[in-house]
């Protein structure tokens, strides 16, 4: 077992166990010399890592069922946030805010590309926007951990042009790591389950957890009764998200196969003929799990996931809507767009379930966390960008004050800033910037 040297300011937390061809990090344990060697015996003292993560859902909301008024435990939701009511008094709504260089470029890709970066986007051939505000955190804070960030999706990007002639691959990612060139995005739960525990060679198919098991018994002879139970739910969780990674990682083989049988690339075909769960309900709840592992371990503190990519094909038959997601859009003030608004709103919580069920010294992983959760328009009928749906869960290690209603539809322009949203986030994680995309000012009442 070993542990790298502790990081600037945080509690050195990672035990690793060692198998073949695996490593698995392992959540901060109070009780173990490696994991307490450096720091006070009291947890509550304790300062642990911050953590980002960005969900991203496309082509607007229900508007009429996509509030939020009061605070705290007792903030009043509309019906697409019900999800949410067990997460009020750790939530901030936050409405009114914008991304100009998205306004006035035609729809959808325009819209889509520079959501996290604020970046004016460049039409034609050659990519051109900005750097993403999780790519700025994890190059200032991700030499900390072993993986810089996580970069999931849970659809393939589209090549081609749009009709306003942007680039499609800007309606396909939201995750930059310069001007000119997306972070490659992970679509297969297998593969980045096997990027979590650095599972490799050809034993990948083999569990990780068997490979591992002398070590972790080891372990938890020498914890305490406390962390010994965190140990085993830790455990637990893993190997239940490994039995239903096992279930595709077959099926994403078979794809491999057939896409080089008939001398096509994977990105070409349609689910689930390409090896990506036909169940999209899976498909996000497994990426949602494996953030909610990388956080829990430090594998990683900056994430993103697109659940959905703007122009979206997906269809929706568990909640009873015919419409593909894109074309579903067009009428979003039907009971049916509501679902789908909903559903979506779902994902976000929960992930955040996941983490606030995640003890870490006197709080929750959740508490030491930000998840973001926006949309690259507010109304998908009139591709109207003028403000974005955005709401946020987890205190940022208490830099951050929840349980909020936070309006800036009539501050004005200049104090409306989807980008001083992001610089105030990037100063409590310790990136002391002053300017980000076109903000130079962090976010007041934030």
Known sequence: MSHPESTRNAVSRR?????????????????????????????????????????????????????????????????????????????????????????????????????????????????????????????????????????????QPITGYHETNFSMAYSSHISWQNATSPVPMEVYPSLAFDSLFDNRGNRRNKSVLD????????????????????????????????????????????????????????????????????????????????????????????????????????FYPFLDVRKAHHSGSHDDRSDDWEKVSQYYCSQIAYLATRLDAMPEGDGTVLDHSCLLFLNNMWSGSKHDSTKVPLLTVGGLGGTLETGRVIDYTDKGDENRKL????????????VPANSFGDANTPLAQL
């Open 211 to 314: 490979r591992v098991k002398e070590q972790a018994a080891d372990l938890s002879r020498r914890a305490s009764s406390g962390d010994k139970s965190k140990l085993d739910e830790y455990l637990t969780s893993v190997r239940e998200v490994e039995k239903r990674i096992e279930r595709l990682r077959g099926e994403q083989d078979k794809a491999v196969e057939r896409a080089k049988d008939q001398g096509k690339s994977l990105i070409t075909i349609a689910r689930p003929d390409n090896g990506l769960p036909e169940d999209i309900r899976e498909h996000m709840r497994l990426m949602c799990d494996i953030i909610a592992l990388a956080f829990q371990t430090d594998k990683t503190r900056i994430g993103t996931l697109l659940l959905c990519r703007d122009i979206s094909g997906l």
């Open 15 to 155: 035990t690793i166990l060692q198998g073949a061809g695996v490593a698995m990090a392992l959540p901060w344990f109070e009780s173990l010399p490696v994991c307490r060697a450096e720091t006070p015996s009291d947890g509550a003292n304790l300062e642990f890592p911050k953590r980002f993560a960005a969900l991203f859902m496309a082509c607007g909301v229900n508007a009429e069922h996509w509030w939020a008024k009061g605070a705290g435990a007792e903030m009043e939701l509309g019906k697409s946030l019900s999800p949410m009511e067990p997460h009020r008094a750790k939530m901030n709504f936050i409405s009114g805010l914008f991304n100009k260089n998205s306004t006035g470029v035609g729809i959808h890709p325009g819209q889509t590309g520079n959501i996290l970066s604020g970046a004016s986007l460049q039409k034609g051939a050659e990519l051109r926007g900005g750097i993403s505000v999780d790519q700025v955190l994890a190059n200032q804070l991700g030499q900390d951990t072993v993986q810089p960030s996580m970069v999931l999706g849970c659809e």
């Open 419 to 430: 980008c001083s949203f992001y610089l105030s986030l990037m100063n409590r994680m310790g």
